[in-house]
């Protein structure tokens, strides 16, 4: 799975998210609360905060939602979430997902993942603007 750095899907939200996302297709199997049946999809990029979700069918705004995603070959993470937004992108379903209450362990599972694939963008994204009066800043 190849996970690259993206500070959204629009240029108006390139400098709004404090925390980046990272494109990737991991596999994901989603509960819609109040369904007992289980739906596949994937999702289209991932942060500690939510992820894409790309399903093959609608779910409303403001719906809780259960995912487990495999964000590698051996990384699965458990999250919460609710539906924020959603767009048809063809026969595609596009869903964001802000999650909650997501523990400690899976935002650092993601985190780690990112540093791990993405570390010089991440890096980049988190000091983009700072500016040193030092001709050769320290490393």
Known sequence: M???????????????????????????????????????????????????????????????IHLTIHISDCEVIKVSGKVLWK??????????????NASCETEDTILQYALYTSREKLVNHWFDGWVTNSPNPPH
């Open 2 to 64: 190849v996970i690259t750095f993206t500070g959204g899907t629009k240029p108006e939200f390139q400098n709004r998210r404090a925390i980046p996302r990272w494109n990737t297709q991991g596999h994901c199997v989603y509960r819609v609360n109040n369904d007992s049946n289980f739906h596949e999809g994937y999702v289209k990029d991932i942060s500690c905060t939510g992820t894409c979700l790309v399903a093959g069918r609608s779910i409303l705004i403001n719906q809780k």
């Open 87 to 100: 767009r048809v992108d063809g026969r595609e379903h596009l869903i964001g997902i802000r999650f909650f």
